[in-house]
């Protein structure tokens, strides 16, 4: 797996990924992260509760997260990690008829086991240290939403820690891609994808295969990313790759 696990492990790479996928707002209470960000995916603003507290204290802090997002005409979604989380937090927003949603794997895999297993015929990767146009075309092409996407280049801005930008290339095409960002001694991976005439032909691999590098020269031991607990063949990639769950996780949305 690469990692012990543990709530303050699972708390503190939850922590890293809020940062690489920074909000444009961000308020702390309390060891509560309350964040808001317009036009982002709807995970960039989700509530991170990490902060302890009894049963009133904690329907006091949901009834002010929920003021929060009321404030900004948004509504209140929560990330949900037992142990990580308060003791009752679920089951208080259950009762308040948040539902349960989105269940998602937290995996690691240590970085040279990446790249052990990386395919032997690995594609061409290029590594930029911000964002281009022909990355984000394919980013944008797999996972993008419509609309302006202003909203996502400037939440990569936002970003101040060391990051690396991955382009799988086919001849001169870009065709995969990933994001990579360190942060005290882990790597976090994000946006992963692949174009549909790219699959099957080892080009996420050699995305991670050149994280996994890009780590070693970084001082990471250790890579971490988040994916859908239902996304098969993600998992399958990811567990080929040497990455193994170190926690579950859902999330409480709209009642």
Known sequence: MGAESGPETV?????????ALPASTVEHSDGWWLRHAPGCAWWVET????????????????????KFYADRGATARFQITPGACP??????????GYRAESPMSLQTASAVRVLCDAPANSLRVRLDDQPTSGWFDVWSAVHGRGGTS??????????????AYASAMIGGAVVA????????????????????????????????????EWAGGHHADTMYLQVEQDNVPAQRLYRRAGFGELAGYHYRGVR
């Open 11 to 19: 708390r503190g790479l939850q922590e890293r990924a809020a940062r």
């Open 47 to 66: 509530v991170l509760p990490h902060g302890d507290g009894g049963r009133a204290a904690l329907a006091c802090r949901v009834t002010g997260a929920e």
């Open 87 to 96: 003791p009752g937090l679920d089951a208080l927003l259950a009762e308040r």
């Open 150 to 163: 202003a909203p996502e280049w400037d939440m990569l801005r936002r970003v101040n820690a060391p990051s």
């Open 177 to 212: 891609v990933g994001r990579a960002v360190v942060d005290t001694g882990w790597v976090g991976l994000f946006g992963m994808a692949t174009a549909p005439r790219a699959r099957g032909r080892g080009a996420a691999r050699s995305v991670l295969a050149a994280f996994a």
